[in-house]
């Protein structure tokens, strides 16, 4: 399994475990829903800044995100 696929099933993970829709956590980050939705399949790689954010909203570490345990 490629990283982007990995951190992509992580991040929906973390986001459902939050009981956060994809709508919400995309209007936060200032993008179309489906603009978010490519970050959870993969398709589209997190910058910098989005993974941290993303990382404190969800309240997990870059380690879980990129599953490095």
Do not use: W
Not at 5 to 10: A, I, P, S
Not at 20 to 26: E, L, N, R, S
């Amino acid at each position: 399994m490629d990283l982007a696929k990995t951190v992509g099933e992580n991040l929906k993970a973390a986001r459902k475990a939050k009981g956060i829709t994809q709508k919400q956590i995309a209007a936060e980050l200032h993008k179309y829903q489906s603009d978010y939705s490519d970050y959870e399949t993969g398709k589209v790689q997190l910058d910098y800044e989005k993974i941290v954010y993303l990382c404190k909203r969800f309240d997990i570490s870059p380690d879980d995100l990129f599953d490095f345990h």
